[in-house]
Every structure is written in structure tokens, then in C-alpha cells.
């Protein structure tokens, strides 16, 4: 009998990941048993549904690019214009699904580059400690000092109004808070054993926080950015309402409610539509950062 007929057969992808595969399987228990975290990823998955595909599904793709028709402006909900039309006699129900691109794309953006800012910073803050934690940590309760939409208003008016401004000012507004978040999972996971036992054999301290520091703080960043998800995007309607954020035409929800409440309320559905639809995406991204919350925090599941 040759070696190769009398080795043991190689672990399949199942046995090598076995535990990894159980775990995954608790959390999805764990979170399919939560009515709300279902109907939270519904929500989120419908509208990132919407804003790959709505401009394709849309019945008047014409009308979210500036076309307009006049003949038809102010009719109500109806079986031709579902969500009726605005003082253009645009079709609402395809400028509001068309904007769920728009809103989406700047909560991703914001979330992203404040996460991006902010765990870095928090992860050097934690790790390094001292007067480099001093400094980082100083600077960011700067920051959280200052009301988020009132810096944000600042930062906007200095550099002009406009989808872009919009998004910067607001991610600098949202990276403190990843900073003092990481910061305090960074000080308590770098006095673990397996932290300790990595210095001990000489390794770096990039090597140290890429395999071991971030991994762990992974659960807190993930459930902080889907929460922050909706309040980004609520933020930008907030400041797309007071004309500092998308400017007319573009379909984003804020900007069609700024223009919308001159039409109040005889003309109800053109800022009750755009309105909704922030409800539901902001509703759905905390319902979706609670049930994350359950499963990789399973101290929140004991209270």
C-alpha cells in the first residue's frame, strides 16, 4: 500500500471552519427571532434595492433629470402618478425613488469618511497612549463640544452649499465619535494576553494592531456605522431643507421637502412621500443596528 493510500484524507471546508460556521449560525438564529431586526434589514435591503435599480423601474425616468409637464403639476396620488406630481408636474414616485440613490450614496459617504477618520485616530489614541492620546482626545472633545448640525451648518455655509460641501462638513462632524469609541476598545483589548504575548515575541506594533487590535473593535464599528447610516442621511435632508445640502431639481428627499412646504397643506402628498421614505430609511437602519448590536454583543442580549 503506497503512502499517499494510507495518509488521512484532507479536512473539508465544513471541518476546518466548524466552529466559525456554528457561530454564524447563533447569530442568525439570534437575529431571524427579532421581529424588528427583520423588518429593519427589509427596510434597508428594499431601499438599497431601489437605489441600484430605480431608475430603471421608474415610470417617468424623464422627470428626475429636470423634464417637467406643466399640464399636469399639483394632481394628487392616482392610478397614472401614484405619489401625484409637484408644481412642475413632475411624477413624485419617480423622484422619490430615484433620490433614494441620492440619500444613500451621501449616508455611505459620510459614515465612510468619518469611520475612516475616526477609527485609525482612535485605534493610535488607545494603543500608543500618552501625549499622543492626550493630543488626539483633546481635539476630539473639541469637536464633540460644538453641536454636530451646528458645526456642520458653519462648515457649509463657509464653503457654499451643494451635495459635496454637504458631505464633508458632515463627516467631519461624524469622526469623533468613532474616535472615542475605538479609543476605549483599543485600551481594553491591548492589555488581553494575546496582545501581551505578541509584544513578548517581538512583534511590531503595525502588525499588532492590524491582527489583532482592529479585529476586535470590528463589532462595535460595524454596529455604530449601520446606526449612523440613518442619522447621516437624515442630517443631509436636514440641510438639503434649509437649501445648504442637494439643490433643486435634484431628487433628494430634503431639497423635495424644502420646495414642497410652500404647497402645505392643500398639496399634502408632495412633502408627505419625500418625508416618508426618510422615516422608513432612518427607521430601518436603527432597527438593523439593534439587531447587529444583539449578535455581536451578547452582553445587550442579558439586560
Same mark, same amino acid.
Given at each position: 500500500?503506497?503512502?499517499?493510500?494510507?495518509?488521512?484524507?484532507?479536512?473539508?471546508?465544513?471541518?476546518?471552519?466548524?466552529?466559525?460556521?456554528?457561530?454564524?449560525?447563533?447569530?442568525?438564529?439570534?437575529?431571524?427571532?427579532?421581529?424588528?431586526?427583520?423588518?429593519g434589514?427589509?427596510?434597508?435591503?428594499?431601499f438599497?434595492?431601489?437605489?441600484?435599480?430605480?431608475?430603471?423601474?421608474?415610470?417617468?425616468?424623464?422627470?428626475?433629470?429636470?423634464?417637467?409637464?406643466?399640464?399636469?403639476?399639483?394632481?394628487?396620488?392616482?392610478?397614472?402618478?401614484?405619489?401625484?406630481?409637484?408644481?412642475?408636474?413632475?411624477?413624485?414616485?419617480?423622484?422619490? @425613488? &430615484?433620490?433614494?440613490?441620492?440619500s444613500?450614496?451621501?449616508? +455611505? =459617504?459620510?459614515?465612510g469618511l468619518?469611520?475612516? $477618520? !475616526?477609527?485609525?485616530?482612535?485605534i493610535?489614541?488607545?494603543?500608543?497612549?500618552g501625549?499622543?492620546?492626550?493630543?488626539i482626545?483633546?481635539?476630539?472633545?473639541?469637536?464633540?463640544?460644538?453641536?454636530?448640525?451646528?458645526?456642520?451648518?458653519?462648515i457649509?455655509?463657509?464653503?457654499?452649499?451643494?451635495i459635496?460641501?454637504?458631505?464633508?462638513?458632515?463627516?467631519?462632524?461624524?469622526?469623533?465619535?468613532?474616535?472615542?469609541?475605538?479609543?476605549?476598545?483599543?485600551?481594553?483589548?491591548?492589555?488581553?494576553?494575546?496582545?501581551?504575548s505578541?509584544?513578548?515575541?517581538?512583534?511590531?506594533?503595525?502588525?499588532?494592531?492590524?491582527?489583532?487590535?482592529l479585529?476586535?473593535?470590528?463589532s462595535?464599528? @460595524? &454596529?455604530?456605522?449601520s446606526?449612523?447610516?440613518?442619522?447621516? +442621511? =437624515?442630517?443631509?435632508?436636514?440641510?438639503g431643507? $434649509? !437649501?445648504?445640502?442637494?439643490?433643486?431639481?435634484?431628487?433628494?428627499?430634503?431639497?423635495?421637502?424644502?420646495?414642497?412646504?410652500?404647497?402645505?397643506?392643500?398639496?399634502?402628498?408632495?412633502?408627505?412621500?419625500?418625508?416618508?421614505?426618510?422615516?422608513?430609511?432612518v427607521?430601518?437602519?436603527?432597527?438593523?443596528?439593534?439587531?447587529?448590536?444583539?449578535?455581536?454583543?451578547?452582553?445587550?442580549?442579558?439586560?
Amino acid at each position: 500500500m503506497t503512502p499517499s493510500q494510507t495518509s488521512s484524507p484532507r479536512p473539508t471546508f465544513g471541518e476546518r471552519h466548524a466552529s466559525r460556521i456554528r457561530q454564524w449560525r447563533l447569530y442568525a438564529h439570534v437575529f431571524a427571532a427579532s421581529f424588528s431586526s427583520m423588518l429593519g434589514l427589509a427596510l434597508v435591503l428594499l431601499f438599497l434595492f431601489l437605489a441600484a435599480f430605480g431608475p430603471w423601474l421608474v415610470p417617468y425616468p424623464e422627470h428626475t433629470t429636470g423634464s417637467f409637464d406643466m399640464a399636469n403639476r399639483l394632481q394628487p396620488p392616482s392610478a397614472e402618478h401614484w405619489f401625484g406630481t409637484d408644481e412642475m408636474g413632475s411624477d413624485i414616485f419617480s423622484r422619490v @425613488i &430615484v433620490g433614494a440613490r441620492t440619500s444613500l450614496w451621501i449616508g +455611505i =459617504l459620510i459614515t465612510g469618511l468619518g469611520a475612516g $477618520i !475616526g477609527v485609525p485616530l482612535g485605534i493610535i489614541a488607545g494603543y500608543k497612549g500618552g501625549l499622543t492620546r492626550a493630543v488626539i482626545m483633546r481635539v476630539t472633545e473639541l469637536f464633540l463640544s460644538v453641536p454636530g448640525l451646528a458645526l456642520a451648518l458653519a462648515i457649509v455655509a463657509a464653503l457654499g452649499p451643494g451635495i459635496t460641501n454637504c458631505v464633508l462638513a458632515l463627516a467631519i462632524v461624524w469622526w469623533p465619535g468613532y474616535v472615542r469609541l475605538v479609543e476605549a476598545k483599543t485600551l481594553s483589548v491591548k492589555e488581553e494576553l494575546f496582545v501581551e504575548s505578541a509584544r513578548s515575541i517581538g512583534a511590531r506594533t503595525p502588525w499588532i494592531l492590524r491582527h489583532h487590535i482592529l479585529p476586535n473593535c470590528w463589532s462595535p464599528i @460595524i &454596529v455604530k456605522m449601520s446606526m449612523d447610516m440613518g442619522m447621516a +442621511i =437624515l442630517s443631509a435632508a436636514s440641510l438639503g431643507f $434649509i !437649501g445648504l445640502g442637494a439643490r433643486p431639481p435634484s431628487p433628494e428627499w430634503g431639497a423635495m421637502i424644502s420646495v414642497a412646504r410652500s404647497y402645505m397643506p392643500d398639496w399634502w402628498w408632495y412633502s408627505f412621500f419625500p418625508g416618508a421614505a426618510i422615516f422608513l430609511t432612518v427607521l430601518g437602519f436603527n432597527l438593523l443596528g439593534d439587531g447587529l448590536r444583539d449578535i455581536l454583543d451578547p452582553r445587550s442580549r442579558e439586560q
